[in-house]
């Protein structure tokens, strides 16, 4: 297990822990901190990069970003004994707001997983508007869960839309693939998948992400 990433959930939905809970051998350190966020506080004295998933539309990929991130950015990193990367995964919801608020007083950087469909945009643009934004910190939307075989339209008139927002946008994109969606049933994350071709495809999208965001360093 690497020192170097943690990942802490304030999600009261707790779908996070109960992954977590599943997987026998978490490649990082992992807390629930839904009813305790003050503890969010020591966070700022680890020196450690802190990162916020956050997108009060549910369902959009948060979880899912933050456990896989979180583990390819610890495989880079599996001989650094000091904390260097936070990932927060926050609550799908309104009513759960000022969880968000309070993570986001720590935090360095916030990720949006967006999915690429219409629906997901006008709840994102809230988060973004009124709640990152304000905040002044760097943020980057991130499409996640794109379907190849849906062919590129989606995703082209998705990254137009974010474009014409402003919004900065990462290039990575996260493909959609059962694997990901059987993963949480099964307890694994990306760097335990079984070798085979769409396992590969879908280390891949987050290995290549985490690149994109330069975390890790490849150490
Ligand atoms: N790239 C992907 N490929 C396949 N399945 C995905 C992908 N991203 C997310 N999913 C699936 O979509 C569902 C919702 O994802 P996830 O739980 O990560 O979203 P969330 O934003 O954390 O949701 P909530 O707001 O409820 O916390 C899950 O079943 C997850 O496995
Ligand atoms: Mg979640």
Redesign the pocket.
């Known amino acids: 297990m690497s020192a170097a990433v943690y990942v802490v959930s304030i ?1 009261p ?1 707790a ?1 996070t822990v109960w992954w977590a809970n599943r997987i026998s051998d978490l490649p990082f350190d992992f807390s629930q901190e839904h009813e305790t966020p003050e503890n969010l506080k020591i966070l700022k004295d680890t020196g450690a990069k802190v990162h916020v998933i956050a ?1 009060q539309k ?8 933050t456990l896989n991130l979180a583990a390819v950015v610890a495989d880079s990193m599996k001989n650094s004994d000091q904390l260097q990367h936070v990932f927060i ?1 926050t ?2 919801s309104l009513q759960d707001e000022n969880l968000l608020m309070e993570a986001l007083k720590y935090a360095h950087d916030v990720i949006v ?1 967006l999915p690429p469909e219409g629906l997901a945009f006008d709840p994102t643009a809230r988060t973004i508007q009124q709640i990152i934004e304000p905040t002044g910190l760097p943020y980057h939307v991130l499409i ?2 794109w379907d190849p075989r849906d062919g590129k339209a989606d995703l082209k008139e998705t990254r137009e839309y974010v474009q014409a927002q402003g919004w900065p946008l990462l290039e990575s994109v ?5 694997v ?2 059987r993963a ?1 049933v099964e307890g694994r994350v990306v760097t335990q998948y079984d070798e085979n071709r769409p396992a590969y495809k879908a280390r891949e999208d987050f290995y290549r992400l985490a690149i994109e965001l330069g975390y890790g360093g490849g150490k």
């Open positions: 999600d939905q779908s997108n549910g369902g959009v990929g948060k979880t899912t970003t995964d609550p799908g997983p996640n869960n996260i493909r959609r693939y059962k990901h969606t949480s």
